[in-house]
């Protein structure tokens, strides 16, 4: 048989077209070949829908689209760079570590890092805006309770707030050891010193809360008239000395939960010698 048809009818004759068509002619099938080849027709999804597989399902239910995760990737990244970071600060102070220390535990170079942040400043600056953000949220106190005892509770929980950030302590320290012009990390976080940070910076919300407390002890006859800045710097200057010196023992893990509320009964004796109406 010629190659001219391979699939015969019943009387004999070729029912396929030649192997070789014309070139002009579109190559046909014979109806039993069609019909098992048959392929069922695929439909193009509606605007708006996203196929996945056998699925069709609208955008809008769609997990993320590929910007999306490539931004929640880097912003993943930058938060474990910013994480190991502060641990390091913990362990080794704010000049114990390089770059390379950051890099090698989370299985990724330096020159990643620099994808995230500008330099080792640059990381050192955005978690101290971590630490201005929490400090920003301390004295939330309950407005039902009487001032004094606000404040004891207010003071117990600053002790801990800072026992749970050691690196946020260290660099603090840092910051005001640091003469003029020189790297305040702290300071380039909150974009300002202290002092103007309580009035219209990051700090204000914290600076109004302490401000009511201690005017409305004051109208009571329960605390003196005080200076929420003057204030402020007593309680503070007195948790830093006391979880620094003579020793930072209370900085780590296997502190000794006596000695932590020892800090706090000097801390709360401290500001009510300060705030005392007599």
């Given at each position: 048989?010629?190659?001219?048809?391979?699939?015969?009818?019943?009387?004999?004759?070729?029912?396929?077209?030649?192997?070789?068509?014309?070139?002009?002619?579109?190559?046909?099938?014979?109806?039993?070949?069609?019909?098992?080849?048959?392929?069922?027709?695929?439909?193009?999804?509606?605007?708006?829908?996203?196929?996945?597989?056998?699925?069709?399902?609208p955008?809008?239910?769609?997990?993320?689209?590929?910007?999306?995760?490539?931004?929640?990737?880097?912003?993943?990244?930058?938060?474990?760079?910013?994480?190991?970071?502060?641990?390091?600060?913990?362990?080794?102070?704010?000049?114990?570590?390089?770059?390379?220390?950051?890099a090698?535990?989370?299985?990724?170079?330096?020159?990643?890092?620099?994808?995230?942040?500008?330099?080792?400043?640059?990381?050192?600056?955005?978690?101290?805006?971590?630490?201005?953000?929490?400090?920003?949220?301390?004295?939330e106190?309950?407005?039902?309770?009487?001032?004094?005892?606000?404040?004891?509770?207010?003071?117990?929980?600053?002790?801990?707030?800072?026992?749970?950030?050691?690196?946020y302590?260290?660099?603090?320290?840092?910051?005001?050891?640091?003469?003029?012009?020189?790297?305040?990390?702290?300071?380039?976080a909150?974009?300002?010193?202290?002092?103007?940070?309580?009035?219209?910076?990051?700090?204000?919300?914290?600076?109004?809360?302490?401000?009511?407390?201690?005017?409305?002890?004051?109208?009571?006859?329960?605390?003196?008239?005080?200076?929420?800045?003057?204030?402020?710097r007593?309680?503070?200057?007195?948790?830093?000395?006391?979880?620094?010196f003579?020793?930072?023992?209370?900085?780590?893990?296997?502190?000794?939960?006596?000695?932590?509320?020892?800090?706090?009964?000097?801390?709360?004796?401290v500001?009510?010698?300060?705030?005392?109406?007599?």
């Open positions: 048989m010629s190659r001219a048809g391979k699939c015969a009818d019943s009387n004999g004759q070729a029912s396929c077209v030649s192997a070789r068509p014309h070139p002009r002619q579109p190559r046909t099938l014979c109806p039993r070949v069609q019909s098992s080849r048959s392929i069922p027709a695929i439909s193009k999804p509606a605007p708006g829908v996203v196929a996945f597989g056998n699925e069709v399902k955008y809008s239910n769609v997990s993320t689209a590929p910007q999306a995760l490539h931004r929640d990737h880097a912003r993943h990244t930058s938060e474990l760079i910013l994480d190991k970071a502060e641990e390091l600060i913990a362990l080794k102070g704010v000049f114990g570590f390089h770059l390379k220390d950051i090698a535990p989370l299985g990724i170079r330096v020159p990643a890092i620099y994808k995230h942040f500008r330099s080792r400043d640059d990381v050192l600056i955005s978690v101290s805006r971590r630490f201005v953000n929490l400090l920003s949220r301390q004295f106190l309950d407005g039902e309770l009487p001032p004094r005892t606000r404040i004891e509770k207010a003071l117990a929980s600053f002790v801990d707030f800072n026992i749970r950030h050691p690196a302590v260290r660099l603090a320290l840092v910051d005001f050891a640091t003469p003029e012009g020189g790297m305040e990390y702290v300071r380039l909150a974009g300002g010193p202290f002092k103007d940070n309580f009035s219209t910076g990051p700090l204000a919300p914290m600076h109004r809360r302490l401000r009511r407390t201690l005017d409305e002890g004051a109208r009571t006859g329960e605390f003196c008239r005080a200076d929420p800045l003057q204030f402020y007593v309680i503070y200057g007195t948790t830093l000395v006391q979880l620094v003579p020793e930072d023992s209370l900085l780590f893990p296997d502190r000794n939960a006596a000695d932590v509320a020892e800090v706090k009964r000097n801390l709360i004796d500001a009510m010698r300060y705030l005392d109406p007599r």
